[in-house]
């Protein structure tokens, strides 16, 4: 199994700015990606950004060029930059690490974007 924990999270004036982490522990061999997600009140789960184990990423439409994910393997660490913080940034992020077994889901963390 993997257990997975997500930190970073909390509350920023708009047009700043917020790193998240996501650290993998247990049986992290075998992960094939690495996503980070969100869900906002009322609003379905999202994808934000996503980084496979050869490094390709991809981001959502709302989030390009304001947000990178990268990766320090030697810390089976994922970070999520955000820059340029909106308000509607505002919710529950999530990180899901994805084996050939399935998917493994954070608790969460909270981004608040006051305007």
């Known amino acids: 199994q993997v257990q997975v924990a997500e930190s970073g999270g909390g509350l920023v004036q708009a047009g700043g700015s917020l790193r998240l982490s996501c650290a993998a522990s247990?049986?992290?061999?075998?992960?094939?990606?690495v996503g980070w997600y969100r869900q906002a009140p009322g609003k379905q789960r999202e994808l934000v950004a996503r980084?496979?184990?050869?490094?390709?990423?991809n981001y959502a439409d709302s989030v390009l060029g304001r947000t990178t994910i990268s990766r320090d393997n030697a810390k089976n660490t994922v970070y999520l930059q955000m820059n340029s913080l909106k308000s509607e940034d505002t919710a529950v992020y999530y990180c899901?690490?994805?084996?050939?077994?399935?998917?493994?889901w954070g608790q969460g963390t909270q981004v608040t974007v006051s305007s």
């Open positions: 899901n690490v994805r084996r050939y077994d399935g998917d493994t």
């Open positions: 980084i496979t184990r050869t490094g390709s990423t």
């Open positions: 247990g049986s992290i061999f075998s992960i094939n990606e």
